[in-house]
C-alpha cells in the first residue's frame, strides 16, 4: 500500500513539473516570437524589413539557422542578386571555415538558405561553393539536409558545363560510398535524371561495372530501377542484359529479388515473359529458398494471366513437382497462391495432390497447421481429406 503511494505521488510530481516546464517553455517562445514579430512583422513594408536585416550581423548562426529570421534573409537574397554576390556570399564563406560551412548546410533550417543561394550565386561563386564543400561532399550527402543542397547544385548545373565538369569529378570518387546510402543514392538518381547522357556515362559506367554489388543493396537497388525508367536505349540494354547473366544470383539475395519484382510489376509483357521463361528451368529450385519463393509469390500475385500460365504448368507438370513444394517450408506458400489463381482443372488436380499426401503433409514440423490453413480456405480440400479418413 505504501509503495503504491509513493508511485502515486511521484507520477503527480512528475506531472507537475512537466506541466511547469512547458508552462516556461511557452512564456520563452511567446517572448521570442513577440520580438520577432516586432523587427519582422509580415503587415510591415519591405523596405523596414531589408533596413533590420541590415541593422543586425547576418552572418551570425542564429540568424542562418533560426527559422522566421532565415526566411526573411531567403527574400532579400531572392530579390537583390547582386547583393547576394557580390557582399553576402563573400562575406559568408569569409566567415566561416569549411567544417562551419558541413554545419549550416546539413541543419534543418541551413539547408533551405543555401538551396536559395544555389538559384541566384553566379558561374564564379558557385565554383566557390563547390571548393568549400569538397573536402565534406560525402557527408554532406549522406546527410538528410544535406542531400537537399547536393540535389540542388546538380539541377542549378545543368547547362554550366565548367562548373557540371569539376562537380562531375568531385562525386565520382564518392559514389561508391553515396549510391549505397539511404540519402546519398538520391544524388546519383538526380544526378542521371537531370544530366542528359552522354555527360553522365562516368556514373553509367560505376554502376554497369558494380552491378551485383548494387543490385543487391537496400538503397542501390533503388538506383538499378531508376536507371531501368529513365536510362537511354542503350544502357537499358546493358542492364537488362546484366539482369538475365545475373539473375539466379540477383534472386538468392534479398534487395536483388526487387529487380525481378520490377520488372514483372512494371515492364511491357514481352520483357516480362521472356523473365519468366527464363528462370522456368529452375523453378523448383527457386521456390523452395526464401528470396527467391517471395518473387515468385509476388509474380502469382501480379494480376497477369500469362505469367500465371506458365508458372502453374511448370508447377503441375509433374505430380512430384507439387509434393515437393507442398512439403518446403518455403514452396508451401507457392502453392498457397497457386490455388487462388488457378483454373478450376489445376485447382482440383492440386487439391488431389495434397489430398492424396496429407499423412506426409502431416508429419512434418509445419504441416498440421499448413493442412489446418489450407481446410479452412479450400473446403473442398476438407471434405476429399475428411472421405479419406473415413473410408479408411
Keep these: 500500500m505504501i509503495n503504491e503511494q509513493k508511485n502515486y505521488y511521484n507520477k503527480y510530481l512528475d506531472s507537475c513539473i512537466n506541466k511547469n516546464l512547458c508552462e516556461q517553455k511557452e512564456k520563452i517562445n511567446k517572448e521570442e516570437d513577440d520580438y520577432i514579430s516586432e523587427k519582422t512583422n509580415s503587415n510591415s513594408n519591405e523596405e523596414n524589413q531589408n533596413k533590420y536585416i541590415n541593422e543586425i550581423n547576418i552572418f551570425s548562426p542564429y540568424f542562418i539557422l533560426d527559422q522566421n529570421l532565415s526566411r526573411n534573409l531567403q527574400k532579400k537574397l531572392k530579390n537583390d542578386i547582386q547583393y547576394t554576390n557580390q557582399y553576402f556570399f563573400p562575406n559568408l564563406y569569409q566567415n566561416y571555415s569549411k567544417k ?47 542531400t537537399r543542397v547536393i540535389q540542388k547544385f546538380i539541377i542549378i548545373i545543368e547547362n554550366k ?29 538526380k544526378f542521371i535524371e537531370k544530366i542528359p547522357y552522354p555527360k553522365n556515362e562516368l556514373i553509367y559506367n560505376y554502376i554497369l561495372n558494380n552491378f551485383i554489388l548494387i543490385s543487391t543493396n537496400k538503397f542501390g537497388v533503388c538506383t538499378i530501377q531508376k536507371c ?50 527464363y528462370i522456368l528451368p529452375n523453378l523448383l529450385n527457386i521456390c523452395k529458398t526464401k528470396y527467391s519463393s517471395n518473387a515468385i509469390e509476388k509474380c502469382l500475385e501480379y494480376n497477369c494471366k500469362e505469367i500465371h500460365i506458365m508458372l502453374l504448368n511448370k508447377i503441375i507438370e509433374k505430380e512430384e513437382n507439387i509434393l515437393e513444394l507442398i512439403t518446403n517450408p518455403f514452396g508451401n506458400y507457392i502453392i498457397q497462391k497457386a490455388l487462388f489463381v488457378s483454373d478450376n482443372q489445376t485447382y482440383d488436380f492440386l487439391l488431389k495432390v495434397i489430398g492424396n499426401h496429407f499423412h506426409q503433409i502431416q508429419k512434418l514440423s509445419f504441416g498440421i497447421k499448413l493442412l489446418s490453413k489450407l481446410m479452412n480456405n479450400h473446403h473442398k480440400l476438407s471434405i476429399f481429406i475428411n472421405q479419406q479418413i473415413i473410408y479408411k
Design 228 to 277: 531501368l525508367q529513365i536510362s537511354p536505349e542503350k544502357i537499358r540494354e546493358k542492364i537488362l542484359d546484366l539482369f538475365f547473366n545475373n539473375i539466379f544470383i540477383l534472386l538468392s539475395k534479398q534487395y536483388g529479388t526487387y529487380i525481378f519484382q520490377y520488372i514483372i510489376e512494371n515492364e511491357n509483357l514481352d520483357l516480362k515473359i521472356k523473365t519468366i521463361k
Design 100 to 146: 562551419d560551412f558541413f554545419n549550416l548546410i546539413c541543419d534543418q533550417f541551413g539547408n533551405y538558405l543555401f538551396q536559395v543561394l544555389l538559384e541566384v550565386l553566379n558561374d564564379e561563386n558557385l565554383k566557390i561553393f563547390l571548393n568549400l564543400i569538397k573536402d565534406n561532399f560525402y557527408l554532406i550527402g549522406i546527410n538528410s539536409f544535406g
Design 161 to 189: 558545363d565548367i562548373i557540371y565538369n569539376y562537380f562531375n569529378n568531385i562525386l565520382f570518387h564518392s559514389i561508391d560510398k553515396l549510391i549505397l546510402t539511404s540519402h546519398g543514392n538520391h544524388i546519383i538518381q
